[in-house]
């Protein structure tokens, strides 16, 4: 296909376009120079014009003008105002749904229903077994189209206990007591139960909200309670700026010097000898047992004489 070439009617046609451009943005001094035009297609041309409108920096007008065949006369075919290159623009645009956030949620407005929502899981349908079926719907509470799916209550639970009303809260960490010891929680039902609850307590800040066990604030059912007596003694007072000065090195040495001088009595030594001539020879030593040998082992020429006893210590005999 050939190239469209330039056409001198619609090239001349700028007057044209620029009328056309003010009555669009309403006031002339809006619609500034001429940048120039692009040759669009046969008898088909485009005429750029610079903006001066504020918050429009990089925009620019286009009006594309064109000619019937053997026509000398330019018509205006649509005017528009169009970002450039180096435009300010917005952020990109997103569906409703998908730009929705929580919190985001209004009186009257109402959310798209989503076919195929992963948080959600198929409900329980009543199968005419009347035992069953009041097991499902009234005790458990599974009567409904959909219910929570294992997703979705991972998503709740982590949710809330990272939320305001967690234990990370300020008034959490500045609390005296948990929830779960509060007279005003009511457990939930369900396997949340074991995690959460919702405060009743009307001067509480989570007064109707679901709380983590582990949460806490200033109206727990317990505070300023007198705490009882103990069973255990007190402790004794200590002052701590009652300090006593040890100084281990110099005990270390007055015990090795008193160690030192110990009296060698303490060591059990033995008897001094005494010489041979200052011993008895009728008794023997305290400490050393007599020497006594078997009367059939006394050789036969020493006999016991009449001066001498037979034994130490007994009566001379009779003569």
């Not at 007190?234 to 002052?239: M, N, T, V």
């Not at 001094?272 to 006594?292: I, K, N, R």
């Amino acid at each position: 296909m050939a190239a469209a070439t330039k056409d001198a009617v619609l090239a001349s046609a700028v007057d044209l376009a620029r009328e056309a451009a003010q009555e669009v943005a309403d006031r002339p001094e809006l619609v500034g120079e001429h940048l120039g035009l692009v040759v669009e297609g046969e008898r088909l041309v485009t005429h750029r014009f610079a903006t001066t409108a504020p918050g429009y920096r990089g925009w620019h007008w286009a009006v594309t003008v064109a000619r019937v065949p053997r026509g000398r006369t330019a018509s205006v075919c649509e005017v528009h105002l169009l970002p450039g290159d180096d435009a300010l623009l917005g952020p990109a645009w997103v569906p409703w749904a998908e730009r929705l956030r929580p919190g985001d949620l209004g009186p009257g407005d109402v959310l798209p229903y989503l076919a195929d929502d992963e948080r959600l899981d198929q409900g329980y349908e009543a199968t005419g077994d009347v035992d069953a079926d009041e097991l499902a719907i009234v005790e458990l509470g599974l009567g409904r189209e959909r219910v929570l799916s294992p997703l979705g209550r991972s998503e709740a639970a982590q949710r809330w206990y990272a939320g305001s009303h967690g234990p990370m809260a300020p008034q959490a960490l500045a609390a005296s007591a948990p929830c779960s010891t509060c007279g005003f929680l009511v457990l939930m039902a369900g396997s949340l139960r074991t995690e959460f609850g919702v405060c009743a307590n009307e001067w509480s800040p989570d007064d109707g909200r679901v709380v983590s066990m582990d949460h806490g604030c200033g109206a727990h059912s317990q505070t300023d309670v007198v705490p009882g007596p103990s069973d255990w003694p007190d402790a004794p007072p200590s002052d701590d700026l009652d300090l006593e000065l040890v100084r281990l090195v110099d005990e270390h040495r007055a015990g090795d010097e008193a160690a030192r001088e110990e009296p060698a009595a303490e060591v059990d030594q033995p008897a001094e000898e005494q010489p041979a001539d200052e011993q008895p020879t009728d008794v023997p030593p305290l400490d050393e047992p007599a020497d006594e040998q078997p009367a059939d082992e006394q050789p036969v020429d020493e006999q016991p004489t009449a001066d001498a006893p037979d034994e130490p210590g007994s009566a001379p005999a009779e003569g």
